[in-house]
């Protein structure tokens, strides 16, 4: 009922920035703008852990303490589209970013709580 196709990843210096676009193609009878969505990310040998989440008015945002104020999540109902600025990245940021949705429930920091997911796309920073 939904696809998700991230954009955006790349090679990028400690310290440099990243703008990540997640696009959502939402079937006829649902909407994007009723969907909680996330962004997660997952190094290698990691478990998947919670760097951002959105309500679905955008109203409220939910971050980890080891991205807060670093990254931020947006989203563009009309578009679509839910965004995740990345500033100040760190090598420990590397990883496969994915993001999430869930249509029709609260943001949340657990994977659990998100029905579709992306194929992710992939985030280097190098020291």
């Known amino acids: 009922q939904v696809q998700l196709v991230e954009s955006g990843g790349g090679l990028v210096q400690a310290g440099g920035s990243l703008r990540l676009s997640c696009a959502a193609s939402v079937a006829s009878g649902r909407t994007f703008g009723s969907a909680a969505m996330g962004w997660f990310r997952q190094a290698p040998g990691k478990e998947r852990e919670f760097v951002a989440a959105i309500s679905w008015s955008g109203s409220n945002t939910y971050y980890p303490d080891s991205v807060k104020g670093r990254f931020t999540i947006s989203r563009d109902n009309a578009k679509n589209t839910v965004y995740l600025q990345m500033n100040s990245l760190r090598p420990e940021d590397t990883a496969v970013y994915y993001c999430?949705?869930?249509?029709?429930?609260?943001?949340?920091?657990?994977?659990?709580?998100?029905?579709?997911w992306g194929q992710g796309t992939q985030v280097t920073v190098s020291s």
């Open positions: 999430a949705a869930g249509l029709g429930k609260v943001a949340t920091m657990g994977v659990n709580g998100y029905d579709y």
